[in-house]
């Protein structure tokens, strides 16, 4: 059998050996956090990475913010839970909207071509950093909306300070695991060689 799907030599549960394919093949979102604070330093290498990220014609279209006071993860969960009390009634876990982070990065993007594609670049940057340092992530599109939208969230969102024009595009949510899921499947059918001759 010929086998044409890109990514079909590699074992599931595999231990890779180069570091990088490793990292990448290793990190899972993470949803559940221990109580334990992120030191500042490893938020901004994080983040630092992020913006060393490929981004078209290196115009940097970005801005970045690191979260780690509680006065604003709890107050923004607050805001949350006035809107959606059951979420927090039906998870015996919950700590925040946050996906239970103790930090969060926030990232926005301006206006224009590419500028998504550049943020999303920057996170998986801050992901896979992440990850190696033994922290773990969650992009969370979620929050964006009660953060923009919402009336009450409106001090929490100014408090970002993000520059005209800037609009938020997602949220990290970093601390240290207390979970550790298996991988979610992946169609490897999506990946195919092109034959042409
Ligand atoms: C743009 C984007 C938005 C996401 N938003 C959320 C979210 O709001 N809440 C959440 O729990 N996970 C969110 N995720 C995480 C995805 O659910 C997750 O990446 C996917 O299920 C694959 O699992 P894995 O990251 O463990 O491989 C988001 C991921 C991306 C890339």
């Known amino acids: 059998m010929v086998c044409v799907a890109a990514s079909c030599g590699r074992q599931e549960g595999s231990k890779e050996e180069n570091p990088v394919i490793e990292a990448i093949m290793s990190r899972r979102s993470i949803r559940k956090y221990q109580d334990k604070a992120v030191p500042r330093d490893l938020l901004a290498k994080i983040a ?97 909306d009660l953060l923009t939208k919402s009336e009450a969230a409106r001090p929490y969102y100014e408090a970002l300070g993000f520059s005209e024009g800037y609009s938020l595009k997602y949220i990290l949510a970093v601390g240290w695991p207390e979970e550790a899921p298996d991988a979610r499947p992946r169609d490897a059918g999506k990946v195919r060689f092109v034959e042409f001759e």
């Open 48 to 144: 630092d990475c992020g913006i060393h990220a490929p981004n078209a014609r290196n115009a940097q279209r970005w801005e970045v913010r690191i979260v780690d006071s509680p006065a604003f993860i709890d107050g923004v969960t607050k805001v949350f839970l006035a809107e959606k009390p059951e979420v927090a009634a039906r998870n015996t876990f919950f700590k925040n909207v946050f996906r239970n982070a103790p930090a969060i990065i926030c990232v926005a993007g301006q206006e224009g071509n590419f500028v998504d594609i550049d943020c999303g670049l920057m996170g998986q940057n801050m992901m896979l950093a992440a990850h190696s340092l033994g922290l773990g992530t969650c992009c969370l599109g979620g929050p964006v």
